[in-house]
């Protein structure tokens, strides 16, 4: 029979939940590098949803279900993505990044107020990243907003 009865589930084991299956993120990171990206944002995005805790890895994932609609210029979605990991994980060393591509997303949507706000606000609310990361907003805004 096709119906999911008691016998064809996993049990869960009982205590805390697992602080997340890092071999789950590999294996989307693994999709990513072979270029399948519509199986490796469903990874990512599965990673991120069932390890809300894991604030290693977790950032780390919808980071990556950002960037690969990005990289498909799929703008919309992208910022999606970084705004929801910039959300969850302020504090994540990779929110400067998902900021800066979040504005990013704005700009290939036409939004370019939003774009140059976002831009501005990362130097404020992330002093201490990457000079690269600051560098590239700095370019950016100076170049796509006139500031």
């Keep these: ?15 805390p939940p697992p602080a997340g299956n890092p071999g789950q993120y590999d294996a ?10 519509d199986e490796a944002q469903a990874g990512f995005r599965a990673y991120a949803d069932a390890n809300p805790n894991d604030n ?5 994932a ?5 960037n690969i609609s990005f990289v498909r210029q ?6 999606r993505g970084f705004a929801e990991a910039i959300k969850k994980y302020p504090k994540s060393p990779r929110a400067p990044d ?5 504005a990013q ?3 290939g949507m036409g939004q370019k107020t939003e774009g140059c706000t976002t831009l501005g606000l990362i130097r404020t609310r992330y002093p201490n990243a990457s000079a690269q990361t600051l560098n590239q907003a700095a370019s950016l805004r100076k170049t796509a907003c006139g500031k």
Excluded: C
């Design 98 to 102: 998902a900021m800066l591509k979040l």
């Design 56 to 60: 290693d890895l977790s950032p780390q």
């Design 1 to 15: 029979s096709l119906s999911g009865g008691p016998a064809t589930r996993a049990v869960a084991p009982s205590g």
């Design 62 to 66: 919808l980071y990556w279900v950002g």
């Design 74 to 79: 799929d703008y919309a979605q992208a910022a």
């Design 105 to 107: 997303s704005f700009m």
């Design 28 to 37: 989307a990171m693994n999709l990513m590098s072979r270029a399948q990206y």
